[in-house]
């Protein structure tokens, strides 16, 4: 069902849920309830002017936006060609530009009289902003993480306890991302009358990628409508690809058009081997598959079982892509590249020494993808990075590699200093417990 709203992104929406022959909702039937209810709570949302209202405020008091668009001069002198700029998503509250997403589902659910939130997470950044909105909006909340993930990612885990989440750790399977999903939705199976599940990108059944999309897609009107001020002429926009979430919604305002050129930047790992990189549109490994519910373009070996995947950053090492921009890229609209490791830290060297910018791994993606085209794009064109989110998160990767004697040092005397600490806080309560 198409809903019937004068938005400019409407004839971005699916038909029946599918983009193309991509898409769809392959569910077990109790789902498939929860999913119809989803669908038709979201499409009312769309025309609820107190819901818009609701949802307008808490984006600029809340999540601090809009978001700046910033003129990235060196940049554009070194690189040689194009005008850069940088859409600073990275400086939306916790960090990068998914907590867009978690507002408006959750908010959405609330509307629906839902009162426990539930969500996946691999690498964790999802699962704060999650935790983040129901902390915000007075939602319980649950994060599966699997506990392969738990373990590497302890600093995420630390900031949605925080906020109040309850983190379960998932031990089936390869006990990462995949595995948290299908946890999730069995959970969500069980419990929809009272729970929401908070689907963290631009994929799944129908119809969670129209819904991401819509919520994501405040990016791509905000920077339509700050180079329309500026009078500023994009030649191209470029944006990171996980599962879709900050590019599908950075490009939507423009996908109906012929142009700008809308560039997405996949994981290209460590080489094109299989397991060496996560690149599901340029990658050797790349088939149309079913998995987890929807139809798309996904990393499989023969069988149809999913491939391991590999990169430097955490939020792009999934086996598959939103169906949107697996139909985009199939029919040309969208480019896809494919970025190693190597470049992305080169780009966040890049943009912090010239720009004063820290980039998210992940984001760098998009920044190497711009460094790489900018000769392309004439002198009075611009081309647009989404800086999808901001670097700091990523001390613990990107130390390693550009000061790790350093790095090993600090991280021995934390050591130090926590055992002592342990000494003292020991003495503390077994003196306590004598009292
Ligand atoms: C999660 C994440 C991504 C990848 O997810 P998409 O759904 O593809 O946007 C990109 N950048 C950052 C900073 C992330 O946290």
Redesign the pocket.
């Known amino acids: 069902m198409k809903p019937n709203v004068t938005n400019e992104s409407q004839t971005a929406f699916s038909k029946d849920g599918f983009f193309n022959q991509y898409g769809g909702k392959y569910v077990a039937e109790v789902l498939r309830s929860a999913l119809d209810e989803l669908e038709q709570a979201f499409n009312a949302s769309l025309t609820d002017k107190e819901f818009q209202q609701e949802l307008a405020v808490i984006r600029r008091d809340y999540i601090g936006r809009e978001t700046p668009l910033l003129y990235a001069p060196t940049a554009t002198k070194l690189l040689g060609g194009a005008q850069i700029y940088i859409k600073l998503e990275?400086l939306a509250n916790t960090g990068?530009?998914?907590i867009n997403n978690a507002i408006g589902q959750c908010l959405l659910a609330k509307k629906m009289g839902k009162t426990r939130i539930i969500a996946e997470t691999g690498?964790g950044?999802?699962g704060v902003a999650t935790a983040a909105a129901c902390a915000k909006l007075g939602l319980e909340c649950t994060v599966y993480m699997g506990e392969v993930d738990v373990r590497r990612q302890q600093p995420n885990v630390a900031a949605m306890e925080l906020y109040g989440a309850k983190v379960q750790p998932v031990t089936s399977g390869s006990r990462t991302l995949k595995d948290a999903v299908n946890e999730a939705m069995r959970d969500w199976a069980a419990n929809f009358t009272t729970t929401h599940y908070v689907l963290?990108?631009?994929l799944g059944p129908a119809p969670f990628p129209d819904i991401v999309r819509e919520f994501q897609s405040v990016i791509g009107k905000e920077v339509q409508e700050q180079c329309s001020i500026r009078g500023i002429q994009i030649g191209a926009m470029v944006a990171?690809?996980?599962?879709?979430?900050?590019?599908i919604g950075f490009f939507s305002p423009f996908i109906n058009q012929e142009k700008p050129r809308l560039i997405g930047a996949e994981a290209g790992g460590i080489g094109p081997g299989i397991g060496e990189n996560a690149s599901r549109m340029t990658g050797t490994a790349a088939r149309d598959g079913i998995l987890q519910g929807y139809k798309s373009r996904f990393l499989l070996d023969e069988d149809g079982q999913a491939l391991p995947t590999r990169s430097i950053s955490a939020?792009?090492d999934y086996c598959g892509i939103g169906p949107q921009l697996a139909a985009l890229g199939k029919s040309g609209r969208i480019e896809f590249t494919s970025i190693t490791d190597k470049e992305a830290l080169d780009a966040v060297s890049f943009f912090a020494k010239n720009e004063g910018v820290l980039f998210?791994l992940?984001?760098a993606h998009a920044g190497a993808a711009a460094m790489k085209i900018a000769k392309e794009i004439p002198s009075d064109q611009a081309i647009i990075i989404n800086m999808?989110?901001r670097g700091d998160k990523d001390v613990f990767i990107t130390s390693p590699v550009f000061r790790p004697q350093a790095w090993t040092d600090f991280l021995s005397a934390e050591l130090e200093r926590l055992s002592e600490h342990k000494d003292i806080h020991d003495a503390k309560s077994m003196q306590g417990g004598r009292k």
């Open positions: 990275g990068a530009h998914k690498a950044q999802h963290g990108s631009a990171c690809v996980g599962g879709g979430s900050n590019s939020g792009l998210a992940e984001s999808s989110g």
